[in-house]
T-cell receptor, first 117, second 111 residues
Framework: GAVVSQHPSRVICKSGTSVKIECRSLDFQATTMFWYRQFPKQSLMLMATSNEGSKATYEQGVEKDKFLINHASLTLSTLTVTSAHPEDSSFYIC?????????????FGPGTRLLVL | EDQVTQSPEALRLQEGESSSLNCSYTVSGLRGLFWYRQDPGKGPEFLFTLYSAGEEKEKERLKATLTKKESFLHITAPKPEDSATYLCAVRNSNSGYALNFGKGTSLLVTP
């Protein structure tokens, strides 16, 4: 089945530093990837849609200059949290859409736990 | 605006005690209703996609059904390993491929 990986799985950083999270589709090509954020006991909230070779589309209320997204290839999207603050601490999850799949399905990565001190 | 409401928030079942989880939705132009399973600290695992009212899909002890207003995830004779949070999400005709998630139902199956 389709596999999506994320790296790192956990990261702890100091306030003011930047953190990069990678999302890779391992056995399929993804022209579109999505970045979600999940706070404790809450559901997934879409942050942005990442399109290969073009600019990301951000949801209302998500700062594009703070959450930088790069979708440089059909198998890799990165999310950089710039100048991270404690309120950015959350569980970040990416998903990827298999562009060749007949049925519409998004496959999710295992998530990245970010803790900003 | 899309609304996805899941109930109950939490459900505790004894092993073998069948039940159903509900997902009520309001969406402009449904382009798919999705069920995922999420274990603590993990990403969601895909279960089913339903596209039209009357559609049903099954996988092991799980069966998903869809009407014009809601979807049910039926769990038959659950086992402790079925304990997880079950998430429902919808895609509408205006959102591209992005999904709008409900808050989930946390299921605990005790031996």
């Amino acid at each position: 089945g389709a596999v999506v990986s994320q790296h790192p799985s956990r990261v702890i950083c100091k306030s003011g530093t930047s953190v990069k999270i990678e999302c890779r589709s391992l056995d399929f090509q993804a022209t579109t990837m999505f970045w979600y954020r999940q706070f404790p006991k809450q559901s997934l909230m879409l942050m942005a849609t990442s399109n290969e070779g073009s600019k990301a589309t951000y949801e209302q209320g998500v700062e594009k200059d703070k959450f930088l997204i790069n979708h440089a290839s059909l198998t890799l999207s990165t999310l950089t949290v710039t100048s991270a603050h404690p309120e950015d601490s959350s569980f970040y999850i990416c998903s990827a859409r298999d562009r060749m799949a007949v049925q519409e399905t998004q496959y999710f990565g295992p998530g990245t736990r970010l803790l900003v001190l | 605006e899309d609304q996805v409401t899941q109930s109950p928030e939490a459900l505790r079942l004894q092993e073998g005690e069948s039940s159903s989880l509900n997902c009520s939705y309001t969406v402009s132009g449904l382009r798919g209703l999705f069920w995922y399973r999420q274990d603590p600290g993990k990403g969601p695992e895909f279960l089913f996609t339903l596209y039209s009212a009357g559609e049903e899909k099954e996988k092991e002890r799980l069966k998903a059904t869809l009407t014009k207003k809601e979807s049910f995830l039926h769990i038959t004779a659950p086992k402790p390993e079925d304990s997880a949070t079950y998430l429902c999400a919808v895609r509408n005709s205006n959102s591209g491929y992005a999904l709008n998630f409900g808050k989930g139902t946390s299921l605990l199956v005790t031996p």
